[in-house]
């Protein structure tokens, strides 16, 4: 019967090969080609995004349907590096809409953002008068 230290050693030896086996070239498995159009990632770019998770090396054309209109588009791998290291969006969002439903979408966005601060200046003036009318009148 082997001890505990030589089955230990056994263990051991085992996982080693077959960690070496999963880490050794596969001659098989065919040589990993850059896609045409992709572009390089720059990390020091990405830094922005605070996770742990990994982090694309390249950006590649991604066809996606706009959720508004259903136009079938290609976020191209030039828009996606320009939106996450320019324009520094986080790593987790993805093109959702055309570029037309987009300027709608924007458009749309900034009429609300009128509509509420005007809503908001209003309610702070009422009730700066209704302040003033009930403060005590010492005269
Ligand atoms: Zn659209």
């Given at each position: 019967?082997?001890?505990?230290?030589?089955?230990?050693?056994?263990?051991?030896?085992?996982?080693?090969?077959?960690?070496?086996?999963?880490?050794?070239?596969?001659?098989?498995?065919?040589?990993?080609?850059?896609?045409?159009?992709?572009?390089?990632?720059?990390?020091?770019?990405?830094?922005?995004?605070?996770?742990?998770?990994?982090?694309?090396?390249?950006?590649?054309?991604?066809?996606?349907?706009?959720?508004?209109?259903?136009?079938?588009?290609?976020?191209?791998?030039?828009?996606?590096?320009?939106?996450?290291?320019?324009?520094?969006?986080?790593?987790?969002?993805?093109?959702?809409?055309?570029?037309?439903?987009?300027l709608v979408e924007r458009a749309r966005v900034e009429e609300?953002?009128?509509?509420?601060?005007?809503?908001?200046?209003?309610?702070?003036?009422?009730?700066?008068?209704?302040?003033?009318?009930?403060?005590?009148?010492?005269n």
């Open positions: 019967m082997k001890s505990g230290k030589q089955r230990r050693e056994e263990i051991k030896t085992k996982r080693l090969a077959r960690l070496r086996a999963a880490h050794a070239p596969n001659p098989y498995m065919p040589i990993k080609t850059v896609p045409l159009g992709a572009v390089a990632v720059d990390p020091t770019q990405l830094t922005h995004n605070n996770t742990y998770g990994l982090l694309p090396s390249l950006y590649i054309d991604t066809p996606f349907v706009c959720k508004d209109c259903g136009a079938h588009e290609i976020w191209t791998a030039k828009q996606q590096k320009w939106w996450y290291e320019i324009a520094k969006g986080r790593i987790d969002t993805r093109a959702a809409r055309c570029r037309p439903c987009r609300a953002r009128h509509v509420s601060q005007a809503g908001m200046a209003l309610k702070i003036e009422m009730k700066k008068n209704n302040d003033e009318s009930r403060r005590p009148n010492h």
